[in-house]
């Protein structure tokens, strides 16, 4: 409760698996001694709409209206896929947790137990994704990628032959279980939380699939000004044990690289930070980055792995600054490289946020 008693709102698309990801982030913040929390269901301008991503301008579209819903306070809090959210901040906002990450990878969902390599010549793969099409067509280039927009179960119920079976714990819309698809590729992070990982096929190795920036990592945002209002100290205290440093660290990098490139989330870009322990010397540690962009056919990539140590004892702060630079070297190096001469970056920018009062 805040100091009126009031529960906190927390605001969430409805789609199935945004309310996963939210009641678990709210049940969550409160058994690390947040208030209650209610989960206030907010429509956003890309639901229910199959137009093609590239087209509605990338995912940010999701997050725009969440955030708006924070503005305005209609919500306190928000909780978001981070690779959904625009790289650039929003003045007023501040993400205040960033939960450990679940597995990034992406997941082939097929027919009879096929994997990529077994696929038949000309199957038919489903994705609205550019950057998993072109990743796609670099490793086959004799698939034929088909466009797919829905929910999670309805994108599974186009594989042919798949039964999702009446006691899934979310079943897909009736008008888009047509069976017309080979397989569908998906996040392996989103088949998880909906208890439906049994249906991946193939986890790709990311030698193969290289992620999108901040796949499989969850945000929880507020108003800047809340965690220090009177009556929010429980809550400021509950996200700081919930929150894991070393994926803030990752997701800051990959962020920074897609700021610095100039990209939107829809673009073909791919990336995955990580920290490891060069064992130097004991305890230190260093960020590694491995980014790459793919023209839309999957013909021409251009690739960098690039890394920088943290200063740890320097202070957090100083870490968060070193995954910064990491990701605008990681940008600067795709970009010698030729990376804005395989794909137009700028065209699938997502949507600006739209302005007070409009969906």
Do not use: W, Y
Not at 59 to 88: I, Q, T
Not at 137 to 150: F, N, S, W
């Amino acid at each position: 409760m805040d100091r009126h008693g009031r529960a906190l709102r927390l605001g969430t698309r409805g789609s199935r698996l945004a309310l996963v990801q939210s009641e678990q982030a709210a049940r969550d913040l409160e058994a690390a001694g947040a208030p209650a929390i209610e989960l206030v269901t907010v429509r956003t301008g890309g639901d229910g709409d199959r137009t093609p991503l590239r087209e509605l301008g990338g995912v940010g579209v999701f997050a725009a209206r969440l955030r708006r819903a924070l503005l305005d306070r209609e919500v306190d809090l928000a909780v978001h896929s981070c690779k959904d959210l625009p790289s650039r901040p929003v003045d007023g906002l501040e993400l205040i947790c960033v939960p450990r990450r679940e597995d990034p990878r992406d997941a082939l969902c097929a027919r009879d137990g096929l994997t990529l390599t077994t696929l038949p010549p000309g199957a038919r793969v489903g994705t609205g994704s550019p950057r998993r099409a072109a990743q796609l067509l670099a490793a086959r280039a004799d698939l034929e990628v088909v466009d797919l927009r829905g929910n999670v179960p309805t994108r599974l119920s186009r594989v042919r032959g798949l039964d999702m079976g009446a006691d899934e714990p979310v079943a897909p819309a009736t008008a888009d279980t047509r069976g017309d698809l080979d397989a569908v590729v998906l996040a392996m992070a989103g088949l998880r939380r909906l208890g439906l990982e049994r249906f991946a096929t193939q986890v790709m190795d990311t030698d193969v699939m290289l992620p999108a920036p901040a796949q499989g990592a969850l945000a929880i945002e507020a108003r800047a000004d809340l965690l220090a209002a009177a009556g929010h100290e429980a809550l400021a205290g509950a996200a700081a044990r919930l929150e894991d440093a070393g994926t803030r660290l990752a997701i800051t990098a990959e962020r920074a690289l897609m700021a610095a490139l100039g990209a939107g989330c829809a673009a073909p870009v791919g990336a995955l930070a990580q920290v490891v322990e060069p064992g130097a010397a004991p305890g230190s540690r260093d960020l590694v980055l491995r980014a790459l962009v793919c023209s839309a056919d999957g013909r021409r990539q251009r690739h960098c792995e690039l890394r920088t140590p943290l200063p740890g004892a320097a202070g957090a702060g100083d870490d968060h600054a070193a995954a910064e630079e990491l990701g605008a070297r990681a940008a600067s190096s795709l970009l010698d490289n030729g990376a804005a001469g395989i794909v137009d970056l700028r065209a699938s920018r997502p949507s600006h946020m739209p302005p007070r009062g409009r969906a």
